[in-house]
């Protein structure tokens, strides 16, 4: 792996080159962890003019750290507490020679940026921008095998959920429950906060589970995501519990798929991200739904649960192969619930089979 | 609750007319809901020279939100996806006639506070600094109350896991199983991940569990806290795994015990963070564990897990009455195993019986 890291810094090192900047300051978790192979609490990567180092808050036991860190990379670790990394590694940048440093300026506070300028006043400040997070959105195929594993043990977690009897308990416990089978499935934790949707709660974008039970009738959504080696994906369904759903219930269902499956059919290489967004969204819009729509339908997944690129209304930008994405358009009746269907794939050329979805729980309606 | 509110806001506003601004932009998280009740994602709170408004970045159905607004307070939605609402709170500042504002530049980016003095370049921006952290060390009954709360939930759900057979279950499936229980017992959700260690593992501060299965002879630290309306508290417990605990099991934990109350016994209203610090730093020193102490030996607690004050050799400041903090010294022996034993209390007056201990699990060494 740790070829992979260094190919990456490379390849970061040629764009600060060619904005003028011959070092760099990575400080956003993710960022780092994508370059040096781990984050550990705090730490900030420097691409030095002679050397790349990644400097630590504190003695590496003190905080555990998922990942390894690459093991081609110099390691310095903060003597005392209280110490500032990029402070630290501002000072490094200098002893190096170098004469402008680009940061991350979305990323680091105010009060860090004062306190680097203040240890080092003639060196020029540069924004970095979002140069990790636009290398981050192409993943290689070890990165995707990655996705692949936490999208099966989201499934079975999902799976063996449903084999259970679910009336009367409480949204909390349920999405306890999926979480505790993530874990026992190898997953290193959730991907982001198990969101489960009863009844009039059903089918909303994030919800945070009540103490609400599931009832007969219900619209039931579930959105759960592992993490595996870091990356982490998603996965929505939405269920009916009784045995025959409502006719509203079975015309919102089939109309949220229809969009859903044009959204999943609009991800090719070289697709405007809003059209992907269009494709789905204007299912919705002309059955009259357009009130009722999140303000996305989908986004990439990786090291964060929420990447580039984002489909949306406004998104600029064309995907490419290997880019895993979201699919996820749902409409949410306030007051009645609603239908969320949503899938983590991955853009594939037409040749080689179109769109890879990760996570195959079946998508027919059904009555649990 | 509202006066509440209305009377932070007040005392906030009559120190940032001290400092010379009208004006005040409030971002962080924990800062906002202080202040305004609830923190919805991404909203920011003004403090204006007319009015006091919770700037949000979407409709309140978007994002689910713990704790509920401030009825007093005035809410102003941001109409489209993508904007930021602190920029749009510059503009309002301004439009109310603020001539200066002082925002929170410890929690900022580079990049927000670019865009807030690109649309105000007339505006003096200047720093808040921590002062809202500061007002929310000194807790009023009422918070002490929620803490106390959670206490007793994380009580009860370490309480249980006590009763039940723990040999040969792996640290992960302890602590989800605690997280759970705390959920059971009433918790908005885990104050911080929920730390079980066994064996080698035990006694590491903020260890994150792993597939280690309890062992017959281990040592078995846990680390727990609940959220209750959104104030976090924290206890740690360390256990014998086994009938007969080893002679150096006994010492250590004796050893540990004597610094934690060392510590608790010096939380007087007027003592120095850094005395309490030695207070239980000492024992531990003096016994020759110097090289295997955690850099703190406790922090204040709240609306977050870890606030002010610092238990530490180099922290500044007194005590104050009121002020809820832990204290959890412990020792590591790489390879080994450790000790860790950790509370939550309140500093009371001496006259008042002395600090409050809201987290009332047995200290004693329980071999189970």
């Keep these: 792996m740790s070829e992979v890291y260094a190919a990456r810094r490379t390849c970061l090192r040629e764009r600060c080159n060619a904005g003028g900047s011959a070092a760099a300051l990575v400080s956003r978790p993710a960022n780092v962890r ?8 705090g730490a900030v990567l420097l691409l030095g003019k002679t050397e790349d180092l990644l400097v630590c808050a504190g003695p590496p036991g003190d905080r555990p750290t998922e990942g390894r860190p690459d093991e081609l ?4 670790v903060l003597p005392g507490p209280g110490g500032d990394p990029a402070v630290a590694a501002t000072g490094l940048a200098v002893a190096q020679g170098a004469e402008s440093l680009a940061a991350e300026d979305h990323h680091l506070t105010v009060v860090r940026h004062r306190a680097m300028r203040s240890v080092a006043p003639r060196l020029r400040l540069t924004d970095l921008g979002q140069a990790v997070e636009q290398l981050r959105v192409v993943k290689d195929e070890e990165e995707i095998s990655c996705l692949r594993i936490g999208a099966e043990i989201a499934d079975q977690a999902l799976g063996e959920l449903l ?3 679910l009336v009367g ?10 979480e505790r089978r993530l874990v026992d499935h190898g997953a290193d934790g959730p991907a982001f906060p198990t969101s489960v949707g009863t009844g009039p709660h059903a089918g909303r ?3 945070r589970p009540t103490d609400r039970r599931v009832e007969e009738g219900d619209f039931l959504s579930v959105c759960l995501g592992a993490t595996y080696r870091g990356y982490r994906c998603e996965i929505g369904r939405t269920f009916v519990i009784g045995t025959s759903p409502a006719d509203w219930q079975i015309e919102l269902y089939d109309l949220v798929f229809s969009a859903q ?5 609009a991800l090719v290489p070289g697709a405007a991200c809003r059209d992907v967004d269009r494709a789905a969204r204007q299912v919705l819009d002309s059955a009259g739904y357009a009130e009722n729509l999140p303000t996305l339908t989908g986004h990439g997944v990786g090291l964060e649960i929420d990447e580039d690129p984002q489909l949306a209304p406004a998104a600029m930008g064309k995907l490419d192969a290997c880019v895993p994405v979201t699919v996820e358009p749902g409409v949410h009746l306030p007051g009645r619930g609603g239908v969320r269907i949503d899938d983590t794939l ?3 050329p037409e040749a080689d089979g179109g769109p890879e979805l990760l996570t195959i729980t079946t998508k027919e309606l059904l009555a649990l």
Tied chains: 1, 2.
């Design 34 to 41: 994508y370059l040096a192979g781990a984050a550990p609490h």
């Design 205 to 207: 974008r994030g919800h």
């Design 261 to 265: 499956r044009a959204g999943r059919e």
């Design 169 to 178: 308990r409480t949204e909390r416990h349920l999405a306890l429950e999926l």
């Design 73 to 76: 990379l110099s390691v310095r």
């Design 346 to 348: 991955v853009v594939r």
């Design 163 to 165: 084999e259970s009897i």
